[in-house]
């Protein structure tokens, strides 16, 4: 009897333990579309990377901030180069930096790209601290580091773990249990878009508004190269307000307080660094440029450990340098703001860029 | 630590059912030490140096308990009695009441100018107060009333008090019941423990995914700045917190019994379907039987119950229930709460002896149960919103428009109103529903559950599990009935 009932409870748990997990993790795939966090620039990353892993041609991909989106015309680029055979992607994302990019390093080695062009900016080198207790920290990296880690798989984690500061590490899913935990908390979100659905119920229509192409699409492939850019925020402006944007916020840039060396940001920078460099890809660092009015107020030595950052990397793992922060010729029509290039800034950028990149390639 | 947190799962229940089967296997006492220690471990975790508290209750009532068995001298007996309630009712009184009347003192003062005005103290209510006095209360009453004998050991009667299932929310065990569990060869059979991982999990399940989900419609309608003039959102709000009380309070009664299950003890059940009750009495023969139960054996028999006349039966439901009220929380809204569930008793009483209602009882039987089963359970909703808003103008704004006075029916607006996460939450509620609906027709969802073979009882548990897993809100509500 006893043996009997110990026999059902054994036989009860090993089907409640299959259910349970084949009904879990593919009612997670399945209620979770990837589209709930795919549909914005901030989780395109993978997506691009695989269309472009598949395209024979030769590969350059740009990352970095939002300097970096607003520089970028892979269009102009492939336009002016003498290569035709050549791509130009445009993988800048608002707020981020090496310390966020790292986290597609392995995936980026994996998809035959050519050349990678990263960015260096005199606002990306700072320290980051432990936020104080009570505090919710970076929300911005809270959000980037969840969205990417969810959407990898193993071969993307690599040694940027290493690079992650410990009261980060909350946020980075490296298995795929943390990963299927950290798509559970979506999963109320993707019922209710279920439900909706099923009842068709409009209010979906907010979350299937793709702000960017569909993958795979024509729209898709020149997007990665084009992506769509705001319009020119000086251009907005009427006198009053250009000139008050002059006095008030020109100054803001010298703010940054770049490091030379000693923070997880230059740890992350120089994983993206040597870890290109190793697996053979070419690597050209990216200083972009500021408003000469930014310039022209800066002091002397404010931004040396910019400039330091910068030497070190290229002494260390001879990559090249393209130092557009203090060239000269960069004028007021160029920028669409303080930091970001407009239209003309792209135009520009592109003119100086092809004949490094056509050289690169060449190589 | 408490019945969601993973700590309970990953080690402490494991750890005591395994201490407890290696104990099974020497003796009996060894087994109840394991049960006694590992309760207050839990105690300690769930309400820290408070547990000196219980330890105090616990002395308190076995020594009086054996000393009112004792004696055969009435006085000496009720000595006893009387000096165990007030050490029980003085730490219930001064760790939960104490701000609450100096509070009152001080609102009462500001209307005679002169009189002292006192500051609150700011003891922390400690975890489970209310649940252990009222059963170790029960226990020295019933052995002064003759009608239960005093433990034989310490240990049986500390472990009979502590017992961690039930220790911080219930259900309130009586002496006996609990009694004859622990001396009847404990066997922890695979049936038992395959029914008591039913409870568990079915207890999670309500309380994560249907309880905590529609809390989040609860706190979102009753917080500041929402508009509580709608009649469909406060009627929506009440229903919701009317789920989330039951799911919240039933499933923590599921897990302690499930939990019980597993060491081969059964504790009474504390629920059984109340919104499918058609009276307020009734209501309370299915909404926390083991309160309701002990209320009615220690205070509305003594106070005359339904033996004397008919002023003698309004003193004894109104004391009754404004004292249940109360010992839900030391606020004017419990005391209202059981004030208002008084008034409907009594209202009850009277209405079902009127000739229309008897004669449409034996004519339209089936309409008279369904009109009954409405209105009770209207009014016992309503109810639910003097027990969820401390807020004196949002709850009396929210009691207005519940009952259709001011309020606009702007279906549309309520709908703006809501958070979110909109239709799963009403698919949730319609389960509910319905779950509730069936429950009561088989006798108990997961009675019926776990006497279910392997494949059934595997595949619905996995599934209930998977909801879990996905389904559960990033953050989880305490238990609401730790307050008390």
């Keep these: 009897m006893v043996n009997k009932g110990i026999a059902n409870l054994v036989n009860s748990l090993i089907v409640c333990m299959i259910v349970f997990m084949t009904a879990s993790s593919s009612i997670s795939y399945n209620l979770i579309d990837d589209s709930l966090f795919t549909n914005s620039r901030y989780g395109m990353i993978y997506d691009a990377l695989d269309t472009i892993a598949v395209d024979e041609s030769l590969s350059v991909v740009a990352i970095g901030s939002s300097q970096m989106y607003k520089a970028v015309n892979g269009e102009c680029l492939g336009n002016n180069s003498a290569i035709p055979e050549a791509k130009f992607y445009n993988l800048g994302i608002s707020a981020s930096r090496s310390y966020t990019d790292m986290l597609m390093i392995p995936r980026l080695i994996n998809s035959n790209v050519d050349v990678v062009m990263i960015e260096v900016g005199v606002n990306l080198l700072f320290e980051m601290k432990e936020p104080i207790k009570g505090y919710k920290g970076d929300e911005y990296l809270e959000m980037r580091f969840t969205i990417d880690t969810m959407l990898q798989t193993d071969s993307d984690v690599g040694e940027w773990v290493e690079v992650i500061l410990p009261f980060h590490d909350n946020w980075v899913n490296t298995n795929e249990i943390q990963r299927t935990e950290a798509r559970q908390l979506y999963s109320i979100d993707g019922m209710e878009i279920i439900v909706n659905d099923l009842l068709e119920i409009e209010e979906n229509e907010a979350v299937h508004d793709r702000q960017i192409p569909e993958i795979g699409t024509n729209e898709w492939i020149d997007y990665l190269q084009k992506p769509s850019w705001p319009s020119s925020r000086f251009e907005r402006m009427d006198a009053e307000a250009r000139q008050t944007y002059s006095e008030e916020e020109m100054s803001k840039s010298l703010n940054y307080h770049p490091r030379a060396n000693g923070t997880a940001n230059h740890a992350a920078l120089d994983y993206e660094v040597s870890s290109l460099v190793n697996a053979g890809i070419k690597v050209i660092l990216v200083g972009l440029p500021h408003h000469p009015e930014v310039i022209s107020m800066l002091p002397n030595g404010h931004w040396d450990g910019y400039n330091a950052t910068m030497r070190e990397l290229v002494d260390q793992y001879d990559v090249e340098m393209v130092d557009l922060t203090f060239s000269p010729n960069w004028e007021d029509h160029h920028f669409s703001d303080r930091n970001h290039l407009d239209a003309d800034g792209r135009e520009e950028f592109c003119y100086r860029m092809t004949p490094i990149l056509d050289n690169i390639l060449g190589d | ?484």
């Excluded at chain 2, 309970?8 to 060894?30: C, D, E, G, M, N």
């Excluded at chain 2, 009387?82 to 009712?89: H, R």
């Excluded at chain 2, 502590?162 to 004859?180: K, M, T």
């Excluded at chain 2, 109104?318 to 008793?345: D, E, K, P």
């Design chain 2, 1 to 484: 630590m408490d019945f969601t947190s993973i700590e309970y799962y990953q080690w402490f229940l494991p750890t005591t059912f395994l201490l407890v089967l290696i104990a099974t296997r020497h003796s009996k006492s060894s087994r109840i030490w394991i049960l006694l220690l590992m309760s207050y471990v839990f105690f300690w975790f769930a309400s820290g140096w408070h547990f000196l508290l219980l330890a105090i209750s616990t002395v308190n009532d076995w020594i009086a308990g054996k000393q009112i068995s004792k004696s055969s001298n009435l006085k000496v007996r009720k000595g006893w009695l009387i000096g165990s309630l007030t050490i029980n009712l003085g730490l219930l009184a001064t760790f939960k009441y104490l701000d609450f009347l100096i509070e009152t003192w001080n609102v009462a003062a500001l209307k005679f100018p002169g009189s002292p005005e006192f500051t609150t103290i700011g003891l922390l209510l400690p975890v489970g107060i209310s649940f252990y006095t009222f059963q170790t209360m029960s226990y020295t009453i019933d052995i002064y009333r003759e009608k239960s004998e005093p433990y034989d050991t310490f240990s049986k009667f500390a472990c009979y008090a502590a017992f961690f299932p039930q220790l911080v929310a219930g259900p309130i065990v009586r002496a006996d019941h609990f009694r004859e569990q622990i001396e009847s060869p404990m066997k922890i059979s695979p049936d038992l423990f395959r029914l008591g991982l039913t409870l568990i999990i079915f207890g999670i399940f309500k309380k994560l995914v249907i309880g905590d989900n529609v809390a989040l419609h609860v706190n979102h309608i009753f917080s500041d700045g929402i508009p509580l003039d709608n009649i469909i959102l406060v009627w929506w709000g009440a229903l919701c917190f009317g789920i989330q009380i039951y799911c919240d309070f039933s499933a923590y009664t599921d897990i302690a019994i499930g939990s019980s299950y597993l060491f081969g003890i059964r504790l009474p059940e504390n629920f059984k379907t109340p919104y499918a009750a058609c009276s307020p009495q009734d209501f309370w023969r299915r909404w926390h039987i083991s309160l309701s139960t002990w209320l009615r054996d220690y205070l509305y028999i003594p106070l005359g119950g339904s033996r004397g006349n008919k002023r003698t039966l309004l003193f004894a439901l109104m004391g009754t229930m404004l004292i249940g009220g109360l010992w839900h929380g030391a606020s004017w809204n419990f005391v209202l709460w059981g004030l208002l569930h008084g008034l409907l008793l009594i209202g009850h009483r009277y209405f079902k002896m009127t000739k229309w209602n008897i004669y449409f009882k034996d004519k339209h039987r089936s309409s008279h149960t369904i009109m009954a089963w409405g209105v009770t359970q209207y009014f016992i909703f309503m109810t639910w919103l003097v027990f969820r808003l401390e807020d004196t103008g949002m709850m009396w704004r929210s009691l207005k428009t519940f009952i259709g006075f001011d309020a606009d029916w702007d279906f549309s607006s309520a709908w703006e109103q809501l958070p979110e996460i909109k239709n799963l939450t009403i698919v949730i509620v319609a389960m509910f529903i319905i779950g509730h609906t069936i429950s009561g027709k088989i006798g108990g969802f997961k009675h019926w559950l776990g006497k279910q073979d392997a494949v059934v009882w595997g595949f619905i548990n996995g599934i209930l599990l998977s909801a879990l897993f996905l389904f559960r809100p990033a953050e989880t509500i305490d238990f609401i009935y730790f307050r008390f």
